[in-house]
């Protein structure tokens, strides 16, 4: 009788174990599924390998961006500190670890940047990003973006970004970012880019897209 219900209880657990692996298997499927998916919808806009897109709406590129500044940013979205209803749409239905598992897919790629900026205006932006405009007011773009544009934390990426994506994201400002009272990290941004003309804009721009 003991050897009966040593046997029964074992394959009862080896049963159990079977369906609990079954089941993680599963769930590790559905995740995968869901995070494609959701990869499928980024890559409408902003590039099958996270380039950006060039077009009447220029899109962002997001390969390389610091992780840390997607999730902010997705979250900004969300919390309406960041004024952009297309992505509020998106971003409010992501889960925090949906969101974590996007940024860190975009951080991982590197595809080459489309450049496009006026290159008669790169020398004055390479000078602008790397020593500031101190009669305006305005830092070097280097002290915080670095030496190469690559950002850090929550501090974005600027290497490669999108030219026409980048003017019109300095020329306006205040109309998208930093919205509500909530604490925004973008506001430190806000009287550099006050403080910058239009070609000076233009510029940082330029010498921007180009990086690697």
Not at 64 to 89: D, H, K, T, V
Not at 130 to 156: F, M, R, Y
């Amino acid at each position: 009788m003991r050897v009966g219900l040593r046997s029964a209880l074992a394959a009862s657990s080896l049963l159990m174990a079977f369906c609990a692996s079954g089941h993680a298997q599963e769930r590790a499927a559905s995740a995968k599924g869901a995070f494609e998916a959701k990869l499928e919808y980024c890559k409408t806009c902003h590039g099958l390998q996270g380039q950006g897109y060039l077009g009447y709406f220029p899109m962002p590129r997001l390969a390389g961006q610091q992780p840390e500044y997607i999730e902010a940013q997705l979250r900004a979205f969300i919390e309406r500190r960041r004024s952009n209803p297309i992505m509020r749409n998106v971003a409010h239905v992501l889960s925090p670890a949906m969101i974590s598992s996007l940024a860190n897919h975009f951080h991982h790629l590197n595809s080459p940047p489309f450049g496009g900026g006026p290159r008669g205006a790169v020398a004055m932006g390479k000078r602008i990003y790397d020593e500031g405009l101190p009669e305006s007011n305005v830092p070097a773009c280097s002290a915080c973006h670095g030496a190469e544009g690559k950002g850090q934390n929550e501090i974005p990426r600027l290497a490669g970004q999108l030219y026409p994506y980048m003017v019109g994201q300095l020329t306006g400002w205040g109309k998208e970012r930093g919205q509500g009272t909530a604490v925004d990290t973008s506001a430190i941004m806000a009287p550099t880019a006050h403080n910058l003309t239009r070609s000076q804009i233009e510029a940082v721009a330029a010498y921007v897209s180009n990086l690697q």
